[in-house]
């Protein structure tokens, strides 16, 4: 069986580090001894190629990488990524690339870029004086069906790790948010909440990158693709986490908010 991991503009979209979200999945997929092929999205491909993949993965742009991929991303191959999503194809979509599935971003500097309007938010950076958001991210998981679904995975209430840097602010409609802050700032540092969920696709301000530090958000990911492909239901081996499990403990250790429910395991 095979997954395709297709990787939206790996040139101009992967600040921080969010390739580490493409390695995760694709390891977890092949240590379950799945076929994985990562599969470049950007000026080269075909609306085609957007149409074949099982995973999205979008990372973090700055402002002038994200006006160049919306120049590109428009007509056949937006409508490509749009029923994508809408399919239920899941994804992870950090940062930058969140703004663009929103109706539109708003840089520092220069005009509104409109994004691909698929999540019902608006990002607006309130100019090169204010202060950018950076620093250590934890966030509880509060979309109601994804926190129900990590939680039958780990038997935990679910937290997320990360890391956030932006100076956009998004204030979301009526979409769901992803979760709510527990230390850092999330989607614009005032109403609490943090990232979005929508379909199957995971929008967050949370780089890290996200999936090594959260890898059971890489296993939901995979089971979602793969139940979505095969129409099947799917169980994953389980991985020793011991690594990654340190490191959030650590973190949680770190920020003061050690909790026994905060520590999968
Ligand atoms: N350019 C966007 C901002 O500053 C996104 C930054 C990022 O992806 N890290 O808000």
């Not at 957007?50 to 590109?72: K, W």
């Not at 602010?169 to 230390?183: D, F, H, S």
Request: with cysteine; glycine share 12%.
């Amino acid at each position: 069986m095979e997954i395709i991991i297709g990787w939206l503009y790996p040139k101009l979209m992967s600040t921080y580090g969010d390739r580490g979200n493409v390695i995760t999945l694709q390891r977890r997929s092949q240590w379950r001894e799945y076929d994985v092929t990562v599969l470049p999205l950007d000026q080269n491909s075909t609306p085609q190629d957007i149409r074949s993949v099982d995973i999205i993965v979008g990372g973090g742009a700055q402002d002038r990488q994200q006006e160049i991929v919306m120049r590109d991303l428009q007509g056949a191959k937006a409508d490509a990524i749009k029923d994508k999503i809408e399919q239920g194809t899941p994804g992870v979509f950090t940062c930058g690339s969140p703004q663009l599935l929103g109706h539109y971003y708003e840089p520092a500097l220069g005009k509104r870029i409109q994004g691909l309007g698929i999540l019902d938010l608006v990002s607006v950076h309130p100019g090169e004086t204010s202060k950018r958001c950076i620093g250590n991210l934890v966030i509880e998981v509060t979309a109601s069906r994804l926190a129900r679904e990590l939680q039958a995975m780990t038997g935990i209430k679910p937290y997320l790790v990360g890391f956030e840097n932006h100076g956009g602010r998004t204030k979301l409609g009526t979409v769901e948010p992803l979760g709510r802050v527990v230390y850092g700032l999330g989607n614009n540092g005032e109403d609490g909440t943090e990232g979005a969920f929508y379909q199957n696709a995971i929008a967050t301000y949370s780089h890290g990158p996200l999936l090594p530090k959260n890898p059971f958000v890489a296993d939901w990911l995979i089971v979602t693709a793969l139940k979505l492909k095969y129409q099947q239901e799917f169980e994953l081996s389980p991985l020793d986490d011991t690594l990654a499990l340190q490191g959030r403990e650590s973190m949680f250790n770190r920020l003061k908010l050690t909790s026994s429910l905060m520590i999968n395991g």
